[in-house]
């Protein structure tokens, strides 16, 4: 059944903050609709550069939202961040955290031959940035109890995509943050858990060389298919959720089923079908 435009409640009376929503196309964005629709109110978050190329200001307008810029690997800006949250609205109950960019992939600068700088930098935005934006609420008195802290991450995290490159350490550190902070809060009843979604067509995932074999590839293995973006608000709709209230410290798969499988026929069929045989059909 679809979900219906005014969705079921799920986050009345919640209040949170969403990093990293640059245009339509990005998670972020999308979570940001669907916990409107689940009528959760919210603060929206990115980068000041992105001011110059991003659509942020719209989202806010249609989510009646107010914007408040920080650089996520800057301590003093996200305290102000916190801090002005809090002053106008008390401790907010989750936190969306979907931030990511890789230096080096971006400039095309393989494994082997990485320029530690952005390396640093990538794994400084990827994945400290999480410790970072945590630390933050929790020195400012922001993250009430019984809150739900998620963040996006990818199964580069556990496997190699060779063209994934560096960021496939930024993630390993980020779902170990996850880990790291999801036993500290749990005392406070607050949760965080890593979403590892699908590859999907964003500014982020179109940046990664070799994004559209990856998509593929990952289409013709996973039962359900690759998880747009739009499921992808959905299920962190419900891990923001009191109804996810003891899930905790997890990477949760949203990827169609992609993590299990091993081969599929779609995808020995295509391969033996480039490769001009038909041994296919044998197996
Ligand atoms: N698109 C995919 O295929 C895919 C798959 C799995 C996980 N993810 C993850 O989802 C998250 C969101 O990415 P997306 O695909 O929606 O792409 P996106 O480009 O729309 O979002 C990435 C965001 O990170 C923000 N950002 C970069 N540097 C920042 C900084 N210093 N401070 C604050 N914000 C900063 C960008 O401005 C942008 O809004 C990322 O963590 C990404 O790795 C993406």
Redesign the pocket.
Known sequence: MPIPSDGHGLLAGKHGVI?????E????WQIAEACQREDATFVLS??PV?RRF?SLEGLAEKTGSPIIY????NDGELDALFDEVTSERGPVDFVVH????GVNVRKDRPYEDLNHDWYLKTLD??AA?LHRIVQAGLKQDALADGGSIVA???IGAQRIFSKYSE?GDAKALLESIVRAFGYRLGKRGIRINSV?????R????SGITGFDAMFDFAEMLAPLGNADAASCADFVVTLLSDYTRMVTMQNLYHDGGFSTMGVSDHLVETLFGALGGDKGKDV
């Open positions: 990093f990293g929503a640059l245009d196309r990005s998670l972020a990115n980068a992105t991003g920080a650089d996520a690997t979907s931030i990511g960019m935005i990827s940035s996006l991450s990818y960021m590892s979604q699908s590859p999907t964003t500014s982020a995932g």
